[in-house]
């Protein structure tokens, strides 16, 4: 959020043709930059919470992944999960300027963590409440797994960038903000591919680590 709030989305533009796009998606990009600019303020004096603040007794839990700063709020087993886990779809899990750099691995110890606090229900940012949170973190523990080595799976002996390889991933034809977010995940799992000595990064680009 950084880049929209210091409304400078042309430092978000540069990054993404860094890591592949061509220059016809990026217009589509610039679009969608300014509309969203006029939805992004920065809180004024906000107040600051960490793991282990009490709210009117709801317990705060930072759970990493889908944004740096995220936070969860949890009491007699029901949690306010915000975006960490949803129902019938995944959090979108991306790289973006200025993030922690492993948010995939972030959001995989935050997914253990759900599955170790057991909640009886959660209410998510989107969709219908999750009656079984710990099954759901399961699940999307598995997919993670599955989509690293499908992300493996893309690379080949030649450095490819991260867009090239959200097109092997995600659909083709993606309007602008999906394809954000293709490229972003795309990003997230292979850095976490470098982490796990899967894959080594050539420069800003990819290549198989097993080849």
Do not use: C
């Not at 975006?83 to 691995?105: E, V």
């Not at 699940?139 to 797994?145: A, F």
Request: hydrophobic content about 40%; aromatic content about 6%.
């Amino acid at each position: 959020m950084a880049a929209w709030g210091e409304r400078d989305p042309q430092r978000f533009l540069a990054y993404w043709q860094a890591h592949g796009m061509p220059d016809a998606e990026l217009e589509g990009q610039m679009r969608d930059s300014e509309r969203l600019l006029a939805a992004v303020h920065w809180v004024r004096d906000p107040e600051l919470l960490e793991r282990g603040d009490e709210l009117d007794g709801w317990r705060v839990e930072v759970l990493r992944g889908h944004a740096d700063g995220h936070i969860v709020l949890l009491r007699d087993g029901v949690l306010i999960a915000g975006d960490t886990i949803l129902q019938g779809i995944t959090p979108a899990i991306g790289l973006y300027p200025n993030s922690r750099p492993d948010p995939l691995g972030d959001y995989l110890e935050t997914l253990q963590r759900i599955v170790e606090l057991a909640p009886r229900i959660a209410y998510a940012g989107h969709k219908e409440p999750i009656e079984d949170p710990a099954g759901r973190a399961r699940e999307i523990l598995e997919h993670h797994r599955e989509r690293l080595d499908g992300t493996a799976a893309a690379l080949t002996a030649d450095p490819k960038s991260a867009y090239e390889v959200s097109l092997s991933l995600f659909e083709r034809d993606l309007p602008p903000t999906l394809r954000r977010f293709a490229t972003a995940e795309s990003l997230a799992h292979l850095e976490r591919l470098v982490r796990e000595g899967r894959a080594e990064r050539v420069g800003l680009s990819y290549r198989s680590d097993t080849i």
